[in-house]
């Protein structure tokens, strides 16, 4: 008896085809010799029928990607972890710092006022400063990056469970994310920082890995004379931004709570 398993490594395959997937034949037959890892050949009939046919296969010595792997080098996944480590803490020092003092301002402009005009004055200074804080901060969401609405929380877990999220994680949102939740702690809305910073933390590790492994899921080929076209691999970038993601969204709880072991598990 014959177990024979096609399979395509992308989606656009067509079926039917086994000129450009692996086959996996796997035999119990006395006499017979049995592989065990699937090989890559540029045409299967050959080999198909002659494992049909009771011959000994040729064992090829390219190796077969696994499937689902990026294939990116470690140093490279490594380096974009531990930029977006340190680039994170440098952007929670930033937030906070700025959060401080715009509320010690905020509140000493108020305290002054109180004492030159009055209590009602210095109210009105505050609900104004507040309310300024909200307009700068809504103008920027409105205007620039309409997804910086919410947490980000949501979207983050569909894009890492797989799902297209266009214009989620760039560098205009990225920005649009960390002032806006500086004014947003700073007006003094019932909100925190949390949810924000985990999106902050997975879109920095976005940007870090497109730049640092689409060098390797690219090519330029010449599809005609004079007519260059780049082709990119998106399964493996899509693979390999969505472990960076993860890893940028663990540095952000992490850095948020102080607990490096509640970091592992949220990415896990």
Not at 12 to 18: A, D, E, L, T, V
Not at 129 to 151: D, F, M, Q, R, W
Not at 253 to 264: C, E, K, S
Request: charged residues 10%.
């Amino acid at each position: 008896p014959f177990w024979l398993t096609q399979q395509f490594p992308h989606p656009s395959g067509i079926p039917g085809s086994c000129s450009s997937g692996p086959v996996v034949v796997r035999s119990s037959a006395p006499g017979m010799q049995k592989q065990e890892k699937p090989e890559f050949f540029p045409s299967g009939g050959g080999r198909l029928r002659d494992a049909l046919l009771g011959k000994p296969l040729r064992v090829s010595r390219r190796p077969a990607p696994e499937p689902g792997s990026h294939r990116i080098p470690a140093v490279v996944m490594w380096t974009a972890t531990l930029l977006t480590a340190v680039a994170m803490a440098v952007i929670n020092f930033f937030s906070l710092i700025s959060i401080e003092y715009a509320i010690r301002n905020k509140f000493e402009l108020m305290q002054n006022t109180i004492n030159n005009w009055g209590v009602f004055h210095g109210m009105l200074v505050l609900t104004v400063i507040s309310c300024l804080y909200s307009v700068v901060g809504v103008s920027l969401v409105l205007c620039l990056a309409p997804n910086c609405g919410g947490s980000g929380i949501p979207e983050n877990k569909c894009y890492l469970n797989g799902s297209q999220m266009p214009n989620l994680f760039t560098g205009r949102t990225l920005f649009v994310r960390i002032f806006t939740s500086i004014l947003a702690n700073a007006a003094g809305f019932p909100v925190g920082r949390e949810g924000p910073t985990v999106t902050i933390g997975a879109n920095l590790a976005y940007c870090f890995s497109y730049l640092l492994t689409m060098p390797y899921v690219r090519q330029w080929v010449d599809f005609a004379t004079k007519v260059p076209t780049v082709i990119v691999d998106e399964e493996r970038f899509a693979h390999a931004t969505r472990i960076n993601c993860a890893v940028g969204g663990a540095c952000a709880m992490a850095m948020l709570f102080n607990t490096p072991i509640g970091g592992l598990l949220y990415m896990f």
